[in-house]
């Protein structure tokens, strides 16, 4: 309970003065997906303005905006978060962000000498002396913004197994830049999340069940230098995660250096703990090639338990335009220290390589490929008891290939594959699968679309197939049904799955600036049948 308060209060104390007269635009900016983690999908805009925590990303599938990422972390020009509704999201597919933009009033303040008029366009003050000269003066603008959702999500059976449930989430994101006019800026994102035949004990202590994501102060010193304090995450070192500390970064042109002190949060409920110390820099650099850019960045990280090294590693990722319609993007992790039945050593070892490549000549035609291989991470104090045992850290490979045509007007075509290896495996994992869409059916303005995946694996073979239906309804409403049936045998036993669902969703911006989502999803497997009920409602300010 006392964590929750000290939240709050911190949250709140700084947000008196902060106001804005401003007009209300909707528009809609494309971003790319450059990375994917085993928890974030990392997305690049040419600038974030306007996007806030706890946003929604979507995705265009025949026309329709389907739900995709949750925001939880922002930079400049890249945004992380993290999946929803199941999508299968790969790099250089593109995401829609909806920006509510707030376009401020023009405000003109008259004085005999000097004149001074605030310009929207320059977010400045052009003054001019008494001998008609004039100088502009960079001044800060104030704004702020933020989100506030609840979301009801009821699970139903009809199998005393598995017992209905209702559970509860509530998210609130907030923005505050140059609060006041000054160089002081807070960012926050938090959630607060219970079953609701627990509140009594939840109710008892409140700070269980919340999680702060992000909640820290940035002074800006001049244009080059930013300083942050409390739990920020840094999309340059986004695999780093957040940290509980204090942040610095120095840029020189095209290049910036960074220090980063602090803690990472417990494992379990995100709370503080200093005993989880790491400290590390980075250094980077971002160049613009013609009509292309490309950017690298590479940082030297240590992180302790107790104070004790429980990981020492580098990080480095790389990104390219230079090529026509060519994006490359490359990361890789190198881990520096082993600590094997109490014996150290400072040995070099590949943790994880990631690269993928897209090529797109033409909106009609795209073709990417990756390739993933990783093992998997060991904090050597964290989990010592564990790794004691481990003589061999087990590698996974995987490669997947992906191609979307669309060969005539309205029709759109999407093929991918997928193979993976792990040694221990009896026989590699393979995938394939494609779908094929019409948009807005003439007379209609369905737009159907039907896809089937493979999936062979050592333990494991089947299929999914679906039909999905969307249309907009008056331009207020976007219907979405989808028909599934899935079909697994398991080599392991004489079982089979065969499934059968179907989900509806329906979302309107009619009561704007709120936006409502009612979801349905219905599973049917003789005996048994469950159902899913999400309810959410959003707000911006």
Known sequence: MNRLI?????????????????????????????????????????????????????????????????????????????????????????LIAIIIREIPDVVIKEDKTPDITISPLNSGVIKSDSSGNYSSIKERQSSLRGRFSVQSYSSISNSNYFPDNQR??????????NIGGSSLSLSNYMSFAYRADQWSTISNNLGQSLRVYDLALNYKIGESTSLWAGRYLNLKISNISSVDGIQFEQSFDENYVGVVAGSRPNFTDLGFNLKLFEYGVYIGRDDSIGSGYMSNTLAAFEQTNDFKTDRRFLYFQHSNSILPDINLFVSSEM????????????????????????YSPVNAFSLSLSYDERKNVIYYETFKNFIDSVFENETRRGINLRMNVKPVRNVFVGLNGGYRYQKGDLKPARNFGGYLSYSQLPLVGITPTVSYDKLITSYIEGGVAGVR??????????????????????????????????????????????????????????????????????TRF
Not at 168 to 177: E, G, I, M, V
Not at 336 to 350: A, D, H, P, T, Y
């Open 168 to 177: 509860w989430r509530y998210t609130f994101s907030l923005n505050a830049n």
């Open 335 to 358: 881990d520096l220290f082993k600590k094997i039945s109490g014996v150290k050593k400072n040995e070099f070892q590949l943790t994880s390589l990631f690269a993928s490549i897209r």
């Open 6 to 94: 000290i939240y709050i209060a911190l949250l709140f104390i700084v947000l008196s003065g902060i106001a804005n007269a401003t007009t209300i635009e909707k528009v809609e900016r494309t971003g790319t997906i450059t990375y994917r983690s085993s928890q974030n999908v990392y997305v690049k805009f040419e600038t974030t303005e306007g996007i806030i925590v706890g946003d929604t990303l979507y995705q265009k599938i025949e026309n329709s905006l389907t739900p995709a990422v949750i925001v939880r972390f922002i930079s400049t020009k890249s945004v992380a978060g993290e999946t929803i509704n199941g999508l299968n999201l790969n790099v250089d597919d593109k």
């Open 469 to 538: 239906l969307t249309r907009d309804i008056c331009n207020y409403f976007d219907l979405s049904v989808y028909f599934r049936n899935t079909q697994y045998k398991f080599y392991s036993s004489i079982a089979s799955l065969n499934q059968n669902s179907v989900s509806v969703d329906l979302s309107t911006f009619l009561f704007n600036p709120a936006f409502l989502t009612i979801s349905y999803e219905g599973i049917f497997e003789n005996p048994l049948t469950t159902g899913r009920i999400l309810l959410d409602l959003t």
